[in-house]
């Protein structure tokens, strides 16, 4: 009888995985375990700095490889320019900023650490403004501010200390960077950031937009647009890597209510947008 | 030989051969050696924790709690243990002592997503004895007794895992499953000499050697469940033996003995592991403190050991951002019954409690862990295989552990 119920325990154990297990961003929650020395205290050295952005060099040269700039000149331009304008406000003023456009049909942007950001061509191809591009462009740069990325990785600079000496004896210490560069390409294009962090960068881009008196509705209408076109191609990374569409709609939509944002007549620029972008 | 000499060369005997069979790393208690630096420091009340490699050996579930890959390594860099028979050389205490340098813990975790992969090598116990000793004028009737042993135990276990969040979103709190899978591997070899020599100028030498290999697969099941500062983690383990070898030689001769006198013999009889049950409760009081405290549950599968317990609590408490502290207390329970008077069973009974106390110093993404553990514990014994003689024992060790962990 003994034997009986450890055996059943055994296989009920095996099977809870295969019952329980979601191929969804669900990852555990270890705030609460959080220690001290694992609080990230916001002291980020110019050597902690540098290191994002070789980081965030790195993944982007990995994305890159994956995916070739688009050979269009004026819209990359375009871009840029709408980008600088964002980091002019609200950017963090030691790192330089690079956008660019993807030539992919996806529907998809990327944030790297030290701020490169990417948006696809088939984003664009979906949005109808100047106040879309700007929502999506300040939602990536809230991640590069927010340093989600970094935080996730715990990238910093290479500890020299005594402890990192002696902890390098028992191995592994060279191999941490490659490691993080694969994390940080499983981030982007498998696994997607924390639900918290897609939540956030979606609140604090449109307070940008407020600020450089953007239509805030406009980042909502090009949500909608995409998950309309997510409904249509399953296949989609973002379908992989952010939350549900629907839970984001539903924060932004308590967010402009509560703060009166819908009542807002910002710009959307829509004759701007349609003469640098031709899709 | 007279009566007297008859019973003691007796004794003497039959000593070497429950020299042989019992090793200071012994079969008769769980926890000899704890593993892992901050686990050990915290007493080993770890199976609620867990979140780093040592979730190997405590609780696999933990794992998927661990903040980031890392790699951990933990040494023994000091470790004694001694052992009093009380009386038990005619009148005088027989002292044995075990010292050892262990490197008995390393293990990586690697996140891939929502899972946690782990690998580690651990020695969950070990004892290496060398003694030279001589007794002059133990009894009336023999002028000097010296004996020589030397005794290497080690068991190795090399163990893989995986772990992983499991009902995401339907249940309060997060629950995490774990799984490891080991490889364990035990070696013993001891060599025992002695030598009586009787005031009526005869003599006794006595040499016996014994070597034990085992081979044997560890498995552990382990759920953890975090519900805000609290965790609860339950643990179920055993370890089947796929092999097991041991061969004894035994060679005595005597002074006027008409036949010396040679054994050896084989056994491949398999141990059996007791079935192991673990509750672990943590409380996460804040970023500077932990608690946490375990209840371990041992069904004995093997007829000479019986059921037991042990418990564990642990602290953790930090003095800055770079300095923390662990305290921790814990029992270690013998596994067999206390010898009774007229019954010969050989058996020794020591339940043992001990206490830890660790430093460890962060920097960024490493840390260096110092720690110190100290058991002892008394009980009875019956050192001899006839007669069923029972004497008192005592047993106490020390450790200083010396443990690096690397997070990236």
Known sequence: ?279 | MSHSNQFFFLLLTTAAITVSSYSLADTTHYRDILIGGRASTMGGAYTAVSDDAAGLIYNPAGMAMAPSDSISGSAKIFHNAETTYKETIGVENWERTSSNFLANFFGVIKKLGNHTLAISYAIPDAAVEHQDQTYYDPTQSISDYTMNLHTEDVTDLISLGHSMPIFPGMIVGNLTYGISLGYLHRSYISTFHQQVEYNNNTDYMGYSTTTTKENGINGKLGLLWQYGQFAVGVTAANTVLINSSTIVQTDTEQTGATNNIFLKGTSTVKREFPYEFKVGFAFFQSTTTLFACDFEYYISNNPSNVDTWNLSFGTEHYLNQSNSLRLGLYTNNSNQLSPEEGITESLTHIDMYGATVGYTNYSKESSVTLGLIYSMGAGETQPYDTGGLIRDIEKTSISVVMSADYGF
């Open chain 1, 1 to 279: 009888m003994k034997k009986l119920i450890i055996m059943a325990s055994m296989i009920i154990t095996f099977l809870l995985p295969a019952i329980g297990a979601t191929t969804t961003t669900d990852t555990v929650n270890e705030d609460a375990r959080k220690r001290l020395h694992q609080l990230n205290d916001g002291g980020y050295t110019q050597d902690d700095v540098q290191a994002e952005i070789d980081f965030g060099k790195k993944l982007a040269a990995g994305i890159l490889g994956k995916t070739t700039i688009l050979a269009n000149k004026k819209m990359n331009s375009y871009v840029n320019t709408i980008g600088s304008l964002l980091v002019s406000q609200v950017g963090r003023p030691e790192l330089r900023y690079h956008f660019a456009i993807l030539d992919s049909d996806d529907v998809n942007a990327y944030a790297c650490p030290g701020g490169y950001i990417f948006v696809s061509k088939g984003a664009l191809k979906l949005m109808k403004n100047e106040g879309q591009l700007a929502g999506v462009l300040a939602h990536e740069i809230t991640h590069v501010n927010q340093r989600h990325i970094v935080k996730q990785l715990n990238i910093k600079a290479k500890d020299d200390s005594l402890n990192s000496n002696i902890a390098a004896v028992v191995g592994g210490g060279s191999t941490a960077f490659f490691t993080m560069l694969n994390q940080g390409m499983d981030l982007l294009f498998t696994d997607g950031l924390k639900r918290e962090d897609e939540y956030e960068a979606d609140a604090i881009g449109l307070e940008m937009l407020t600020a450089l008196g953007y239509n805030v509705r406009s980042y909502y209408d090009f949500l909608e647009e995409v998950k309309r076109s997510n409904e249509q191609h399953k296949d989609q990374v973002m379908n992989k890597t952010h939350p549900s569409m629907d839970s984001r709609l539903e924060r932004i939509k308590l967010i402009m209510t509560q703060n009166g944002l819908h009542q807002l007549n910002g710009n959307t620029n829509q004759p701007r947008f349609s003469k640098y972008v031709t899709l």
